[in-house]
C-alpha cells in the first residue's frame, strides 16, 4: 500500500495592495513538510480590470490595470504582476531545496476564466490577454481547465463542483451548498475552493470512506463584497495538509493562516 501526501492551497485572490507573507510561510512550511503533491485551489490572481461588477469609470479611478503600463512614470502593478509577485514568494523557499521537486497543480478559478469571458466580449483583443502572462509555466506548475475536475489519488480535485443531487452538472456559479452536498452528488471524495471558510464532511460506504472538502480562504485582507463590517470577515483561513492519501481517504490536518505566520515567517 503506497500512500501520498497532499497540500491544498485555497484561494488567494492576490492583487495589487495584497500582503504575500503568508505566501512565504506557507512555502516555509511547505519545504518541512515536504508533500508529493501541492494543489493551488485556483483564484491565484484576482483580475479585478476584468471584473463584470465594476464600470470601466470606476476601474479607472482605481488604477485597476490588467499589466503593469511600463511606459507610463507613474508604475501601476497590474493584476498580472501582482500574482506572479505572489507565486514567486510562494515558490522561492522550495525551489530553493533542489532535492524537494513537488508535483504541482494548479485548478484555475472563476476569477482567471474572466480572461476567456472578456475575451468573448472583446474578440479583437486575441492573445492580448491569456493565462500564458502567468508564471505557472515558469514553475512547471500543471494547470487545469475552469471546472474541469482532477483525478489524484482517489480525490477529485475543482475550484467548485456543480452537479445536483439528481446527477446533473448545472449552470451554477456558486458550487456546492455544502461539503455534505457536494459528496453526496458528486459520489467521491472530492476537495474544492472558492467558498470562503472551511466546510468538511466524511461519508462513510460500503465502497469506502469518502471525505468532502470546501475551502476557499488563504489571504490576509478583507473581501468587500463579504457581510458588512466584520461579521462577515470571520471565516477560517489556512490550507489544509492530507497525510496518507490512498484512493481518495486521508487524515486531514488544518493549518491556520496565524499558525503559519507565528512559525514559519
Same mark, same amino acid.
Given at each position: 500500500m503506497e500512500y501520498s501526501e497532499h497540500c491544498f492551497i485555497p484561494d488567494t485572490?492576490?492583487?495589487?495592495?495584497?500582503?504575500?507573507?503568508h505566501l512565504i510561510a506557507a512555502g516555509n512550511y511547505l519545504t518541512e513538510k515536504r508533500p508529493q503533491k501541492i494543489i493551488l485551489g485556483g483564484d491565484?490572481?484576482?483580475?479585478?480590470?476584468?471584473?463584470?461588477?465594476?464600470?470601466?469609470?470606476?476601474k479607472a479611478r482605481a488604477k485597476r490595470v490588467y499589466l503593469e503600463d511600463f511606459s507610463s512614470e507613474e508604475k501601476t502593478e497590474g493584476d498580472i504582476e501582482a500574482g506572479n509577485n505572489a507565486l514567486d514568494a510562494f515558490m522561492?523557499?522550495?525551489v530553493k531545496i533542489r532535492s524537494?521537486?513537488?508535483?504541482?497543480?494548479?485548478?484555475?478559478? $472563476? !476569477?482567471? @476564466?474572466?480572461?476567456?469571458?472578456?475575451?468573448?466580449?472583446?474578440?479583437?483583443?486575441g492573445g492580448a490577454i491569456s493565462m500564458a502572462h502567468t508564471n505557472l509555466?515558469?514553475?512547471?506548475?500543471?494547470?487545469h481547465p475552469f471546472l474541469k475536475p482532477v483525478i489524484l489519488d482517489g480525490i477529485h480535485y475543482a475550484h467548485y463542483f456543480c452537479r445536483n443531487s439528481r446527477g446533473t452538472v448545472t449552470n451554477s456559479k456558486n458550487g456546492q451548498s455544502s461539503a455534505m452536498a457536494q459528496v453526496k452528488n458528486e459520489g467521491v471524495s472530492c476537495t474544492a475552493g472558492h467558498r470562503q471558510g472551511l466546510d468538511t464532511h466524511i461519508q462513510e460506504s460500503r465502497g469506502g470512506r469518502k471525505r468532502g472538502i470546501i475551502a476557499g480562504s488563504f489571504y490576509q485582507h478583507k473581501e468587500q463584497?463579504?457581510?458588512?463590517?466584520?461579521?462577515?470577515? $470571520? !471565516?477560517? @483561513?489556512?490550507i489544509l495538509y492530507k497525510h496518507e492519501v490512498y484512493r481518495g481517504d486521508y487524515d486531514l490536518m488544518e493549518v491556520s493562516l496565524r499558525y503559519l505566520l507565528d512559525k514559519y515567517l
Amino acid at each position: 500500500m503506497e500512500y501520498s501526501e497532499h497540500c491544498f492551497i485555497p484561494d488567494t485572490q492576490n492583487r495589487r495592495g495584497t500582503k504575500v507573507d503568508h505566501l512565504i510561510a506557507a512555502g516555509n512550511y511547505l519545504t518541512e513538510k515536504r508533500p508529493q503533491k501541492i494543489i493551488l485551489g485556483g483564484d491565484w490572481w484576482d483580475f479585478p480590470s476584468l471584473s463584470a461588477w465594476e464600470s470601466a469609470a470606476t476601474k479607472a479611478r482605481a488604477k485597476r490595470v490588467y499589466l503593469e503600463d511600463f511606459s507610463s512614470e507613474e508604475k501601476t502593478e497590474g493584476d498580472i504582476e501582482a500574482g506572479n509577485n505572489a507565486l514567486d514568494a510562494f515558490m522561492r523557499p522550495i525551489v530553493k531545496i533542489r532535492s524537494y521537486k513537488p508535483e504541482t497543480h494548479f485548478l484555475t478559478g $472563476n !476569477h482567471e @476564466h474572466r480572461i476567456e469571458r472578456f475575451k468573448t466580449e472583446h474578440p479583437y483583443l486575441g492573445g492580448a490577454i491569456s493565462m500564458a502572462h502567468t508564471n505557472l509555466a515558469k514553475y512547471g506548475i500543471i494547470s487545469h481547465p475552469f471546472l474541469k475536475p482532477v483525478i489524484l489519488d482517489g480525490i477529485h480535485y475543482a475550484h467548485y463542483f456543480c452537479r445536483n443531487s439528481r446527477g446533473t452538472v448545472t449552470n451554477s456559479k456558486n458550487g456546492q451548498s455544502s461539503a455534505m452536498a457536494q459528496v453526496k452528488n458528486e459520489g467521491v471524495s472530492c476537495t474544492a475552493g472558492h467558498r470562503q471558510g472551511l466546510d468538511t464532511h466524511i461519508q462513510e460506504s460500503r465502497g469506502g470512506r469518502k471525505r468532502g472538502i470546501i475551502a476557499g480562504s488563504f489571504y490576509q485582507h478583507k473581501e468587500q463584497y463579504m457581510a458588512n463590517g466584520n461579521q462577515g470577515q $470571520n !471565516h477560517w @483561513h489556512g490550507i489544509l495538509y492530507k497525510h496518507e492519501v490512498y484512493r481518495g481517504d486521508y487524515d486531514l490536518m488544518e493549518v491556520s493562516l496565524r499558525y503559519l505566520l507565528d512559525k514559519y515567517l
